[in-house]
């Protein structure tokens, strides 16, 4: 029987759960309730509550978003989009051309690095093609852990185990492909899952973005750069058509003026572009790789254009520049600030930015430093004078360094020169490092709740091993199914994925090893069956967020609940556990050889 610890544990676990999954309560605050709980009873110390704040896995998650960063500052991760996503047809084309890339790459590769990779370009390409982010996350994370059950080197946790069997087991080392013949048929059989059921399954949740959303409709002038990726590609082939809360009015080329501009124009060097579209997409249109803004002013600002922002600034009845083109007021000098669009009560301006004539209510889309806010908060010349979040400028010339950095922490991962935990700080170093991203922006980036999250949950997990439940609800489990050999292999893995989902992978696998391979003795029988079912089994838990560390990475990104890793990962699991229990016995009989 349990001790009153073991009961308590048990009970709080239980309501964690339940709060999780019933309530709308943010997770971090759930978990870390049940943690405080376990420390203030005394079944916790201090050191045990507190071990996830330094575990390696939270913390590789927390540089990782540095990492990120980098690829979002410097416009990588719209190329990592380009080159591997393409255009989709459909939601549903959309998650196989995302899910098959990213499962082949993680049988190789770490996971963590691989859905870090994707997860800004997913964010971006969402956007271009108006899809429902939350479509894409979760399809992302189970795409890299099914793809990570198909090689001995796919994750962390075949890796573990495979050290177990040589040093716990007295068993010859597993082979790279050994486990191949189980886990690519999952792969296939988890991705055809989702693909059919995400429908459903998934929730669609958007961005409230849309032309009719926002009443200040800007028109912002954009030029094509002599030898830039854009030129000679079609209006659609730049990905210019499908701008959410956006469209092109009209193309001046050479002194003459194309309206009405089809999606089979195609771009030359110099077109001016015309736009006319909310503050959000302009902000985007910004960070398309080979447009610039057409005022040549932007350039010609004091501060560099990597540690500029976007700022929204009404003028006043009062602005010393009424009445005078933008051109002619010399606005930047004046203001230190360059107008990239203009906003005027949603009538639409076919002017250079140059020369519009400056009138109050007028709102501006400026391209200035931070410092213009603090300047300009309190003046006379605006009625209000506003920050446009996460607007800066990207630095296109390092997105090839940014991709070199991250190739380079994948390699050196993969090549197991380092640790994750080092390959991603030095990473996080380099990025700063190289200004592919600032330290300022690298501290704004880090999501601080989904990081408190992880490390409550592996304090709770602390409490499952500590007080003894894990192993004792593991045995009592193995009990029930007597002496069959089958109903036995079974078991393993469904309690092997009981503490994935509770407890996490790795500390799954190495509670259950030994009980597996004591079973696998007490019946006669081969022990890789039980050995290969606690590889699938702590390899793939999909039903919570908090069992494996890529789920909790596109937890806030996919504007998730609890409940949506239930909704399609139950499923899920039951799916890959049938299809493992019938499968290993076939390719690893029972029988010792």
């Known amino acids: 029987m349990f001790t009153w610890e073991g009961w308590l544990t048990i009970g709080v676990v239980m309501l964690v759960l339940g709060l999780l999954a019933f309530t709308t309560i943010v997770a971090d605050v759930i978990l870390v309730g049940g943690v405080t709980i376990l420390l203030l009873s005394g079944v916790l110390g201090a050191e045990q509550a507190l071990s996830g704040m330094a575990n390696e896995g939270m913390i590789t998650v927390g540089v990782l978003y540095i990492v990120v960063a980098g690829l979002q500052e410097t416009g990588a991760s719209g190329w990592i ?148 990726p854009l030129v000679g590609k079609t209006i659609e082939q730049a990905g210019l058509r499908r701008l959410p809360g956006m469209f092109l009015a009209e193309i001046e080329r050479a002194g003459e003026v194309i309206p009405a ?178 330290a300022t922006v690298a501290r704004r980036c880090v999501d601080w709740q989904i990081l408190i999250a992880i490390a409550a949950s592996f304090g709770l997990a602390e409490a499952l091993r500590f007080t003894g439940v894990a192993e004792k609800v593991a045995w009592g489990l193995v009990d029930l199914a007597g002496n069959d050999r089958w109903l036995s292999l079974v078991v393993i893995y469904g309690v092997a994925l009981l503490l994935t989902e509770l407890v996490t992978n790795n500390a799954a696998a190495v509670l259950v090893f030994p009980i597996a391979i004591a079973v696998s003795a007490k019946l006669g029988a081969s022990p890789m069956p039980f050995i290969i079912a606690i590889m699938m089994a702590a390899s793939n838990g999909f039903a919570t967020p908090i069992g494996y560390q890529t789920h909790m990475m596109v937890y806030g990104p996919g504007g998730y609940r609890f409940t949506d890793f239930v909704r399609i990962g139950l499923p899920l699991d039951l799916l890959i556990w049938i299809m493992s229990v019938l499968l290993i016995p076939l390719v690893f009989p029972f029988n010792p050889a």
Request: proline share 6%; net charge positive; charged share 20%.
């Open 261 to 438: 501009v089809g999606p089979q124009e195609r771009l030359q060097s110099d077109d001016r572009l015309l736009f006319v579209g909310i503050v959000e997409s302009v902000v985007d249109l910004q960070k398309i790789r080979g447009l610039k803004p057409a005022t040549n002013q932007v350039f010609k600002l004091d501060s560099p254009r990597s540690k500029r922002t976007l700022i929204e600034a009404v003028v006043s009845n009062s602005c010393r520049l009424n009445g005078q083109t933008i051109r002619d007021g010399r606005f930047r000098k004046v203001y230190n600030a360059a107008v990239i669009a203009v906003s005027r009560n949603g009538e639409r301006i076919r002017k250079k930015i140059g020369d519009i004539v400056l009138r109050p209510g007028d709102t501006l889309l400026l391209e200035a430093s931070p410092t213009f806010l603090e300047q300009q908060r309190n003046s006379r010349d605006f009625y209000l004078v506003s920050r446009v979040e996460n607007s800066n400028p990207p630095s296109h010339e390092k997105a090839l360094l940014a991709i070199a950095i991250l190739a380079g922490m994948i390699l050196v991962v993969s090549f197991e020169w380092m640790s994750m935990l080092k390959a991603s700080m030095l990473a996080a170093g380099a990025m700063i490092v190289t200004r592919c991203c600032t």
């Open 81 to 228: 989009a380009q080159r591997f996503l393409g255009e989709p047809k459909s939601l549903r084309g959309a998650q196989i051309k995302m899910m098959a890339p990213v499962a082949f790459v993680s049988a190789f590769l770490n996971n963590t690095p691989v859905v870090a990779m994707f997860m800004p370009a997913l964010v971006d390409w969402a956007k271009k093609y108006q899809l429902s982010v939350s479509k894409l996350m979760i399809p992302l994370s189970y795409a890299a852990v099914l793809g990570g059950s198909c090689t001995l080197i796919g994750t962390s946790t075949n890796l573990i185990v495979n050290g177990l069997v040589i040093k716990q087991a007295n068993l010859p080392s597993l082979g790279m492909w050994d486990i191949t013949w189980i886990g690519v048929p999952c792969v296939i059989a988890g991705i055809a899952f989702i693909v059919f059921t995400a429908r459903w399954m998934l929730p669609d949740r958007r961005p409230t973005l849309g032309q009719f959303d926002d009443p200040r409709e800007y028109t912002v002038e954009m030029l094509v750069e002599p030898g830039s």
